[in-house]
């Protein structure tokens, strides 16, 4: 479907028209898609027109920093201290491999259509023949939430044995409650989403990027940016938020 800038939608089209098709969108009458920044504006009863006309101009403005599609991602290129990730060991003479496990083809099928997608993105490359680390992709089953029936799968990595030779990190997650209290009085509430958020930090050093490699066929390739499931993820994508997000003493961010 093709909208024309300004038409008024309604509220399934627009959640439709989203990137991904999942951001769920307030249901308001009076919101329109602007096709040209791929954004929808309305539902807040007291912006007036202008209002929206000057945030229509911001987005116009900050639109380097919105992505439609992966291959739009440039990765984090803030100021934060720790600004890439990496993967220690506790020793580094040990090796994390494992041997690549035996798939269905419909299981075949689902991988090849991850790997793609992320190799055309940038986020995984070929790694040497060399490479003494090596982890097995795992096609897990996924429930619906509603019917609690197994509906889908999902691309994970076990990463069992790269993270038990990890380093600890001990950054922890903010307390949600702490989080909620900051937030309750502010009138307005924005939300961001950062897409593929973990794959916007870039690996550190070519050993830590060879310390995220998969098995895809019967060939290596490895992350060429953070990993999902690596131990220390999570604590390196907090330090970054908290870092960009310093300036302001009223802002709430929930990791992926």
């Known amino acids: 479907m093709v909208a024309e800038q300004d038409e008024v939608l309604p509220y399934t089209v627009l959640d439709e028209l989203q990137p991904g098709g999942t951001t769920v969108v307030t249901k308001d009458e009076g919101a329109w898609l602007d096709t040209k920044l791929n954004a929808t504006f309305g539902g807040h009863p007291e912006f007036t027109k202008e209002h929206w006309d000057e945030m229509r101009d911001m987005v116009r403005r900050c639109s380097y920093c919105f992505a439609n599609k992966p291959q739009d991602i440039k990765g984090y290129h803030g100021g ?50 060399h490479c003494r680390h090596a982890s097995s992709v795992v096609v897990a089953g996924k429930k619906d939430h509603e019917t609690g029936q197994w509906t889908s799968t999902r691309f ?90 310093r300036v302001s003493q009223t802002t709430a961010y929930r990791v992926p």
Request: aromatic residues 10%.
């Open 80 to 129: 934060a201290a720790h600004a890439t990730f990496a993967i220690p060991f506790k020793d580094e003479t040990k090796v994390a491999y494992q041997r690549p496990r035996k798939y269905s083809p419909g299981e075949h099928e689902i991988i090849d259509l991850h790997c793609k997608e992320l190799l055309e993105c940038g986020f995984i490359e070929p790694a040497s023949q």
């Open 156 to 245: 994970c990595v076990d990463r069992r044995n790269t993270n038990r030779l990890s380093m600890k990190d001990n950054t922890l997650p903010h307390r949600p409650e702490e989080l909620y209290q900051r937030v309750a009085k502010a009138k307005f509430k924005t939300t961001l989403h950062a897409t593929k958020a973990f794959h916007q930090i870039p690996m550190t050093t070519d050993e830590d990027r060879d310390k995220t490699a998969i098995w895809w066929g019967n060939q290596l390739y490895r992350y060429t940016s953070m990993p999902f499931g690596a131990a220390g993820a999570t604590a390196a994508f907090i330090r970054i938020m908290d870092y960009e997000l």
